[in-house]
């Protein structure tokens, strides 16, 4: 299994567990109002940001390797999609500071494991997925040279 | 009990007026005896961030559709469902939702199938209703469960499956997806996983019309003239004509059924849910690529 699942993801996943399925839907809300404002850098730079097709909403992400090999990732999704940004949010907090080869070995199936697809249905949980696979692209891409 | 109609005369050129309300006539009637507002979105936390005062939420995924069956639920769970809610069967219910009422519309097809009487849509939805500034609240409305009746769903008078397109080739069929999706150019950047279908196009003869279409800048409904214009002159729909509206899973399609049906007042309007994510991976179904409807296939 997953036994190398970094700590932070596990707790988030382990916090979702440990709910009833209606109130992990309010986790999940909480999760959206901690979503970060991207850095002012990339507010005035739309370009930088891709777009993720995968979620019904629009949700854009850029990622970020600095010299100590730290991926950063940044995401911004309208008020009017909370799940996205929910999405997103557990990602980034997820996903912090931790490096290139750790973020490449989070299993791609790590949204299906939070306890999460029943409650907001498979086809969304789907948006998760594609996010976390485009920040890992993106990791690729930025650490192939 | 129904609570009265709203007279707006905007609304007296549609062919059934009474299935439309606006913004102003919820606003004074909210909290009246016999009204249940109900807000379905895409996004399935949006009514928690906030909603309409008293208004009660209905998830198109996590309520209306069956967990493991690709349908909508049975009469019974139907009658779980709003008897939970509150909702009686001869209660006036007003829906509105995100996304000019895409979602919404598709909860009112949904209880359409149930032989709920009085259901109307709010013209505008969500976005009409922040735009002019109307209060939300996060406050879940407490309402005490009712008996609602156990009524068998009636797939036949606004629904159609696969095999009733096939029957239907030959008729009217108006594909609302988007232009790209209609063509069946599916652009598959790197890494993207490709969801739902193995083939893309649309069935030979469809007309494209996008849903949005009908939804005039602020969200509300286009006028009648406009509407004709779209749907008569430009897709060439006829009185009489018999039509089945599709789209990808049947959402959007509702949202067409909805405007043919109730504001165009066309008869036997049915929308196929299977939709594209059905017909464009069954086996052997005729499909047409491109940007013309295309012909249909000799028999």
């Given amino acids: ?38 850095p002012e850098r990339y507010a005035d730079h739309p370009d930088l940001l891709e777009r993720v097709e995968e979620c019904q909403s629009p949700v854009y992400i850029f990622v970020e390797v600095d010299d100590d090999r730290i991926v950063h990732l940044h995401a911004t999704a309208p008020r009017e999609a909370p799940t996205t940004r929910g999405f997103a949010s557990i990602l980034v907090q997820g996903l912090a500071g931790l490096t290139v ?11 299906l494991t939070i306890g999460l697809t029943e409650a907001v249905s498979p086809l969304r949980i789907r948006g998760m997925t594609g996010l976390l696979g485009r920040a890992q692209r993106q990791v690729r891409e930025k650490t192939a040279a | 009990m129904a609570v009265e109609t709203d007279p707006n005369p905007a609304f007296a050129q549609f062919a059934h007026p009474e299935r439309l309300v606006s913004t102003d006539w919820l606003a004074e009637h909210l909290g009246e005896p016999g009204l249940v507002v109900v807000e379905s979105d895409e996004d399935v936390l949006l009514y928690e961030t906030g909603h309409i005062e008293g208004a009660v939420k209905i998830d198109w995924h ?3 559709n069956d967990p493991v069956l690709r349908d909508y639920l049975d009469g019974e769970g139907f009658a779980k469902l709003l008897g939970g809610k509150g909702i009686k069967r001869d209660d006036t219910v007003v829906i509105y939702g995100d996304k000019n009422n895409w979602w919404a519309a598709y909860a009112l097809w949904v209880f359409t199938l ?41 797939d036949s008078t606004v629904r159609a499956f696969k095999e009733d397109v096939l029957a239907h080739l030959g008729n009217p069929l108006i594909d609302v997806r988007s232009p790209e999706e209609y063509v069946g150019d599916r652009t598959t950047a790197p890494a993207y996983p490709e969801e739902g279908t193995l083939r893309a196009g649309h069935i030979p003869t469809a007309q494209n019309v996008p849903w949005a279409k009908a939804v005039a800048e602020d969200g509300s409904f286009k ?43 066309f008869e036997g309007v049915r929308n196929y849910d299977g939709s594209w994510t059905e017909w464009g991976s069954a086996v052997r179904v005729p499909i047409v690529k491109g940007a013309e409807p295309g012909e249909l296939p000799a028999k």
């Fill in chain 1, 101 to 111: 080869e750790e973020v490449l070995a989070v299993p791609s199936d790590y949204p």
């Fill in chain 2, 62 to 64: 996590t309520d209306l």
């Fill in chain 2, 114 to 154: 149930f032989g709920h009487e009085d259901v109307r849509l709010l013209d505008g939805g969500r976005a009409k209703w922040e735009a002019e500034g109307r209060p939300y609240t996060t406050e879940v409305p407490v309402r005490e469960p009712v008996d609602y009746p156990v009524v068998e769903r009636d």
């Fill in chain 2, 223 to 265: 006028p009648k003239d406009e509407l004709d214009a779209i749907y008569r002159d430009g897709a060439g729909l006829k009185d009489g004509d018999s039509v089945i509206a599709y789209c990808r899973i049947g959402e959007r399609s509702s949202h067409t059924w909805f405007v043919l049906t109730h504001l165009l007042g």
């Fill in chain 1, 1 to 38: 299994m997953s036994a190398a699942l970094p700590a932070k993801l596990a707790e988030i996943r382990d916090d979702f567990l440990a709910l009833e399925v209606p109130d992990r839907l309010q986790l999940l809300l909480e999760f959206s109002h901690e979503l970060p404002e991207l």
